[in-house]
């Protein structure tokens, strides 16, 4: 396999334990990657594990992203156990969907203390390493939500579109340094929750898919896979939907 990265160095991705989180691991350790998994379940981290085929180091670290000292530890962990880091993938995100009208406060907040305080934290924690070392890639996961909206999700959806405009903030001020940052959108992507919809719900869903299947996970990980890569090294602020074309 060509070797497509700029540097070697470590790459933190959260929410690793399923679904996107869980085939961006298993494609950034084939490419050589030393990997920090980040999730709440040990258990599940651990089980990810075993299935990497690289030959780089992995940390499993579990932890809510949304608690700084969890952060705090996670970085001098890395730095003091696996390469320098060179890459951050903000992939955590959590729904609790229901309408406007009966959307509590806690379930708006605890979507936003994850989906995008999270990503927040985790940003300005890889921040200064990167700065000092003058290279970085940072790749965020939002949504084609946080592009369109959706019913029922006003708090998934206001997330989301945070993340968007947190990249581009973010590439703007560390560009400087040789940091880029990007977002990608899915649009519906197979997982284990969307195997668990009923078939009409699905057969609607394709209809709006001009490519006419869901995306895979594979299809995620292998854009994140180039957006850390050299190849591009002067991308930034940019945000890559992936959908089959259904928003244009």
Not at 182 to 203: C, H, R, W, Y
């Amino acid at each position: 396999m060509t070797d497509s990265r700029e540097t070697h160095g470590t790459v933190i991705v959260t929410g690793a334990s399923r679904g996107i989180g869980a085939e961006i691991v298993r494609r950034l350790s084939r490419e050589g990657y030393d990997l920090a998994l980040v999730a709440r379940s040990a258990e599940k981290l651990e089980e990810v594990a075993t299935t990497l085929e690289g030959s780089g180091s992995v940390l499993v670290f579990p932890a809510d992203i949304s608690d700084p000292a969890a952060i705090e530890e996670l970085i001098q962990r890395c730095e003091a156990e696996l390469s320098p880091i060179y890459g951050l993938v903000n992939n955590a995100g959590i729904t609790r969907d229901t309408l406007l009208m009966r959307m509590s406060l806690e379930a708006w907040q605890e979507v936003l203390d994850v989906n995008l305080t999270g990503t927040f934290l985790l940003t300005k924690a890889v921040a200064r390493p990167m700065m000092r070392r003058r290279i970085g890639r940072i790749v965020n996961i939002s949504s084609v939500v946080g592009l369109t909206g959706n019913a029922g999700q006003a708090n998934y959806a206001a997330s989301k579109a945070g993340v968007i405009a947190f990249t581009k903030s973010v590439a703007r001020e560390l560009g400087g340094r040789n940091i880029t940052a990007n977002a990608i959108a899915p649009g519906f992507i197979s997982t284990d929750m969307t195997a668990n919809l009923p078939e009409q719900v699905k057969a609607d869903m394709l209809k709006s898919i001009p490519l006419k299947r869901f995306g895979a996970g594979e299809d995620v990980a292998g854009a994140v896979a180039f957006l850390l890569s050299k190849d591009a090294a002067f991308i930034t602020g940019q945000t890559l939907v992936i959908d089959g074309g259904m928003v244009t």
